[in-house]
């Protein structure tokens, strides 16, 4: 070929690798081919003549197995014409099969078409026999008439694999039945031992189900068993061979030949690994004339390789210095391609200098790349890492939010409708009490008295509902919460008993909150006797105040808390304490951990759901017998100015029931006996009452009776309006007309984010006759007052 390179660098000669190719196909090629061509044939008449073999001993197998069946077919023909089975006398017949047994090695056996067997030479005569039948063998032997053999199967009182050769038979009487020659399948397998096949050889019958019958190798393990689909799909014929692979993956060449008497295969099976044997020997031949042209060839290639050895060791020193990065010179060479081969290393060595220079160049730029990239990657982990906390958090904030809603709504609608059901409950009982007097018998007494407790307490469980759920309506004002813990201290001690000491621990310059102090009163005693019930033998209640702050760090961990300073109360006891699973699940209500009928589960779920109405956060710290804390964190009110002093707890004298002066109340109530209740109860106070079920209705008696001195409405009533457009409607006619509103349940007519609007008067469901009369009556002696 032409050189790229001038022709003085390349020297003379021609290429090596013609020099060598030319030489390996002269030397090597026939050889191959004649040693190949020879050994092909010989493999070839070796397996012609290994498969003709095999068939001839599949042929001869196949042959001795019909002489075994047709003497047993003849042994049975003459049990046919026995005088004891022609007359019947079948325990003459037993004796006979009992002695061809015994000569012979046959089992004899009788039996009716229907399969009942009459004669077993297998057990004694009158033995009970089970009931055997081959019904596509029998159906056989009676349409030929003449003997028929069986394929494989286990018999019914040996249990063993068997054969069985029958044909029919008359008695003198006009009977029929079906007389059988029974026998073990060994003796198929010895008829094939005694052919001498040769070693290695396997030797098979196969039944006309495709079932093994005998074999002369793992006769155990093979009897009875199919065989395989390629194999039966190559015995269609009388006779042939194939190539398979036999049980356990060996490869095969069999050969097969059909019984003539009984339709079986017999099955010839020569391990591939005998016809190959001479090929290996001649393979191996093959390789020994290979070796000893290749010791040939490498003489001569020694011959050649002198002749561009020199050139050679020249282009490896030249090779060897480009490794190292040396400047290469040109050097002539004998042969052609050596000196080009030394021509493209020089023009290498020198774009491998120039390469590496702008390389290093580019490794620089590469590596403050690199820094960089990594540097971004790990602030953009971080963010992801960041993003992925705060979706989780997200996710868990809004599962609550959507548990809380259900909660809420499952609250709401019960309570408006337990409520109303409450207050006529509770009114009726009142009216009841008060019809009775004090003479009324004792019993009646306190039947009243019971259903009035229960009632009271049924209304505080729907209030505890609403508190969870934070639907309650709270009514929040500036507290000092220093002064209301220390008003409760004596409260506290009377509730929990004596049993347990109270102690208060109040912050100096303690913030004011912005809380409704009756139910953080109510939270308080809740917590109260949750500990007294943790600390069964007594111990020590602590109540303490404190400013607090609540940073950005905290607020992402906990549900709906935002960061802020608050006025935190804690109560901590020196009780049992909480399991981590206790503690986890302590907020949640019907949660309790006091046996059945002791507890609803919703003492800390109130707190918990006042403290999240309220903008604040509820917490527990608790471990097993360290005893628990529970802190309250209530928003902090900010605006300057007195606050008023909360009532004292417990302390606090209840409304006095004021009688009426006969003013007018116009009382609007949709739910018919929570009206007759309202109405009897200010009747009886001394009012006069006015009812309406709808607003347009009350809006006309407005009209008509001039006189009405206060408006009593419920928040939720049917038709056109609510409690709040009526009592608007009112507004626009008579400003001055006080209106006080009752609800058991409303979210957003007076009620919003939890707190009333401000200047409303509510008195909430269920109600007591005395506490509306005397509601009625504040609100009309504080109007009269202001006019």
Known sequence: MDSPFPSRLAGPGRPVSVLLAGFAAALVLPILLAFGITLWQRAEADRAELEKTALEAARSAALAVDRELAGLSTALQVLTVSRELRDGNLRGFHLQASAVRDRLGLQVLLRRRDGVQLVNSRREWAEPLPRATLPDLDAAAWEHGRPVVSDFFIGAVSGRPLFSVQCPVRFGDGREAILALSLPVERIRQVLLDEGAPEGWTLAVVDGAGKVLARTTRQDEFVGQPTMLTLRAHMGGQGGTWHGTAAGGVPVLAAYAASQFAGWRVIVAVPVQQLTAPLRRSANLLIGAVLAVLLAAGLLAFLFARSIALPLQSLAKQAAALGQGEKLRPAPARVREVGEI??????????????????????????????????????????????????????????????????????????????????????????????????????????????????????????????????????????????????????????????????????????????????????????????????????????????????????????????????????????????????????????????????????????????????????????????????????????????????????????????????????????????????????????????????????????????????????????????????????????????????????????????????????????????????????????????
Not at 344 to 354: D, I, N, Q
Not at 551 to 572: C, H, L, N, W
């Open 342 to 787: 030394a021509q493209a290393m020089v023009e290498a060595s020198r774009r491998l200098r120039a390469r590496e220079a702008e390389l290093r160049t580019l490794n620089a730029g590469l590596e403050r790349h690199v820094e960089e990239r990594t540097e971004e990657l790990v602030l953009a982990n971080a963010r992801l890492r960041q993003e992925a906390e705060e979706r989780e958090r997200a996710e868990a904030q809004f599962r609550q939010a959507q548990k809380m809603e259900a909660v809420g709504r499952l609250t709401g609608g019960l309570a408006h409708d337990f409520n109303n059901l409450l207050t006529v409950v509770i009114g009726n009982l009142g009216l009841l009490r008060r019809q009775l007097g004090p003479e009324a018998p004792e019993r009646l007494l306190r039947a009243v008295h019971g259903a009035d407790e229960g009632a009271r307490r049924a209304a505080e469980l729907t209030r505890r509902l609403l508190a969870f759920s934070r639907q309650q309506a709270l009514a929040p004002e500036p507290v000092e919460v220093n002064r209301l813990v220390a008003g409760m201290s004596e409260l506290l001690q009377r509730t929990i008993g004596e049993e347990v000491q109270v102690e208060t621990v109040l912050a100096g310059g303690l913030w004011r909150a912005l809380v409704d102090p009756n139910q953080l009163e109510s939270a308080l005693l809740n917590l109260a006797v949750n500990a007294r019930d943790a600390m069964p033998e007594g111990g020590k209640l602590t109540i303490e105040t404190a400013n607090a702050y609540l940073d950005e760090s905290y607020a992402r961990t906990r549900e709906e808390v935002k960061a802020g300073q608050y006025v935190m109360v804690s109560v901590s006891d020196t009780g049992t304490g909480m399991t981590p699973e206790v503690m986890a699940k302590a907020f949640e209500p019907f949660f309790t951990t006091k046996p059945v009928g002791k507890g609803t589960g919703l003492g800390l779920s109130q707190v918990y759901g006042f403290a999240k109405q309220s903008g604040g956060h509820a917490a527990i710290y608790s471990e097993p017998g360290q005893g628990t804390v529970v802190k309250l964190y209530l928003p902090r009110l900010r605006e300057a100015g007195p606050a008023p002093i909360p009532p004292t707890a417990g302390t606090a004298e209840p409304l006095p029931a004021a009688a009426g002066r006969g003013e007018t109340v116009l009382v609007v109530e949709d739910e018919p006996m929570v009206r007759d209740v309202a109405a009897a109860a200010l009747e009886e106070a001394g009012y006069r009452v006015l009812l309406a079920a709808e607003g347009p209705a009350a809006l006309e008696l407005l009209e008509a009776h001039p006189e009405i001195a206060l408006l009593f409405t419920d928040v939720v009533l049917t038709g056109p309006m609510n409690g709040k457009a009526l009592a608007d409607a009112v507004a626009a006619r008579r400003p001055e007309l006080p209106v006080l509103f009752c609800t058991g349940y409303t979210r957003n007519a007076i009620i919003h984010h939890g707190r009333l609007d401000a200047g409303v008067e509510l008195l909430n469901k269920p109600y007591t006759g005395a506490a509306l009369a005397a509601k009625i009556r504040q609100m009309l002696d504080a109007g009269a007052k202001r006019g």
